[in-house]
């Protein structure tokens, strides 16, 4: 009934479909077994030190009905998208103005990789000192640890560029701008985002790590004052919604990668 | 179909700076002149590694020259001073390199249309040249493929069509169709020889192909194992147009060839 041809192809098809399945099955086992075991944690160890998963859902949903939690999303995200757009236009500038200087990039090089050691967390004593208790010392958190990710990337992105395709576009006729904007710029791209996939989600954390110092507002302000009130509910509720936060906008950046770097060859099943 | 000299180059040397700790380095290129007429077909062979690239490179002013002169159009430009350096003469020596050096991230069509957008040349005439050229080697069809998805062969002709494009009065080619297979070689040989005869531009051609270097040229230039140095100078009795494939039968071929070959060492 079976011809050998059929018989031999039916097993090579066959696994890859239940692996895919296994896969998948696997992922929803896997998010009931962290589900399972955080409202086992939260039935043994008491809602003071973790809360239970329904009630955090509950609080999530009330608070959005309310607009509380939508206001503290929107001041969390200004904060953060004001800071990276600092930070991330620094990151860029810089490189490409240091490449017009070789000498004083030679000059500067070690004050820069000095002072990506200085824990930037520990400077919000003084930016409250210096920028006072508005936005301003939140801002120059989060612009601080955007700018060393983009910077550094950006500077070593610089640096690979083909040389060749640099000599081969002046012979052409491209003017040192065209070749910044057109040359670098695209050969760095994959670099760049690299670096943005570690810069955006720490603009949040940063943001919010702010907030918890200074300020009456926002998802670090919304975790810290339930924390100081005991409501371990509102603590897993704001750390939920953060995390929803950057995931949302890391999903975001990868379409964008998608879409910018469609032209590379490779890479294209080797994302994280 | 000679004219005057349009490149010349009189005492031309090159040895790279010398690495931290050893001994200087050696010549690469020693006390080499020659001249270019306006409208020629000029082949330089030579041996791997007998600098060929160098001197292009040289002569396209991506770099400097340690000594000596260089004039075109019977203007002397300087060679050794990296900072006066001015990368193709302001666009009148094209250069084709021995990789495509295409920009990975432009299609075929704008990889062409590259040089004119950053001379800001780009019309609807030099559009229609662009297209007239992708038509003429074949690449129909690929206007909206990355280099990645070209064949090497593709490839060579979408790099050699963006230096035509803008038409510079002097080309340089580096070893165009080295990595290519005798068929594909062939093809864009008879490609170029057609694109040259309707143009007539200057065309200076290195080769480590001594067949290829009769085939094309009007003059053949052979350069001795490095340092290089002028070994040999053949002017090519082959009348045009020529059968590239057929070039070996043509009577004056052997005698031509057996002279250049002992002369490459």
Same mark, same amino acid.
């Given at each position: 009934m079976t011809n050998p041809e059929e018989r031999l192809a039916m097993p090579k098809v066959a696994p890859i479909r239940s692996g895919q399945y296994a896969i998948i099955a696997g992922r929803i086992g896997l998010a009931v077994a962290l589900l399972g075991a955080w409202k086992l944690g939260a039935d043994t160890a008491g809602p003071l030190y973790v $809360?239970? +998963?329904?009630?955090v859902l509950q609080r999530i949903i009330s608070d959005t009905l309310s607009g509380s939690l939508v206001r503290h999303v929107y001041v969390t995200l200004r904060l953060s998208a004001m800071g990276f757009a600092v930070g991330c236009a620094f990151g860029v500038a810089l490189p490409f103005l240091l490449r017009r200087m070789p000498r004083l990039t030679n000059a500067v090089e070690p004050y820069i990789l000095a002072s990506v050691g200085v824990p930037k967390y $520990?400077?919000?004593?003084l930016f409250i000192l210096w920028f006072g208790i508005?936005? $301003? +010392?939140k801002l120059w958190l989060v612009g601080l640890l955007v700018f060393y990710p983009i910077f550094i990337a950006v500077f070593a992105g610089i640096r690979n560029v083909d040389r060749r395709l640099i000599s081969m576009a002046r012979v052409l006729g491209a003017s040192e701008a065209a070749i910044s904007r057109e040359v670098i710029w695209n050969s760095l791209l994959p670099f760049f985002f690299a670096a943005l996939k570690i810069a955006l989600p720490r603009a949040v954390s940063a943001a919010i790590i702010g907030e918890f110092l200074v300020g009456n507002e926002g998802l670090g302000y919304m975790i810290e004052y339930s924390r100081q009130n005991l409501d371990t509910t509102g603590v897993f509720?704001?750390?939920l919604v953060a995390t929803a936060l950057v995931l949302a906008i890391n999903a975001l950046l990868l379409r964008f990668d998608h879409r910018l770097n469609a032209w590379r060859p490779v890479d294209r099943h080797m994302e994280l | 179909m000679a004219g005057a000299p349009v490149l010349e180059v009189r005492g031309l040397s090159k040895r790279f700076a010398d690495r931290a700790g050893r001994e200087p380095a050696s010549w690469v290129i020693k006390d080499l002149s020659f001249a270019v007429d306006e409208g020629e077909?000029?082949?330089? @062979?030579g041996p791997s590694g007998s600098g060929k690239t160098t001197l292009l490179n040289v002569l396209a002013q991506i770099e400097t020259a340690s000594a000596g002169e260089l004039f075109f159009q019977s203007r002397t430009t300087p060679v050794d001073d990296a900072k006066s350096l001015k990368p193709g003469l302001s666009c009148r020596i094209g250069y084709v390199t021995q990789e495509d050096n295409l920009l990975p991230w432009r299609t075929t069509l704008q990889n062409v249309l590259f040089p004119l957008?950053?001379?800001?040349?780009?019309d609807s005439e030099t559009r229609a040249r662009a297209q007239s050229l992708i038509r003429a080697v074949g690449l129909s069809g690929f206007e909206n493929h990355y280099p990645?998805?070209?064949s090497g062969g593709m490839r060579k002709r979408a790099s050699l069509i963006r230096t035509l494009v803008y038409d510079p009065p002097? @080309?340089?080619m580096d070893e165009p169709f080295g990595a290519l297979d005798a068929q594909t070689r062939a093809q864009l040989q008879e490609d170029l020889l057609r694109l040259w005869s309707l143009g007539r531009k200057t065309i200076v051609f290195v080769t480590h192909d001594i067949a290829e270097a009769i085939a094309l040229g009007d003059r053949t230039l052979v350069l001795s194992r490095s340092p290089a140095t002028l070994a040999g100078e053949h002017t090519n009795p082959i009348p045009r147009p020529r059968d590239i494939r057929g070039i070996m039968t043509h009577p004056q071929f052997a005698a031509l060839y057996q002279r250049i070959r002992g002369e490459v060492q």
């Open positions: $809360a239970d +998963p329904g009630m $520990a400077l919000v004593p508005d936005d $301003a +010392p509720a704001g750390i | 077909f000029l082949t330089i @062979i957008l950053v001379q800001r040349r780009l990645h998805e070209l002097v @080309i340089l």
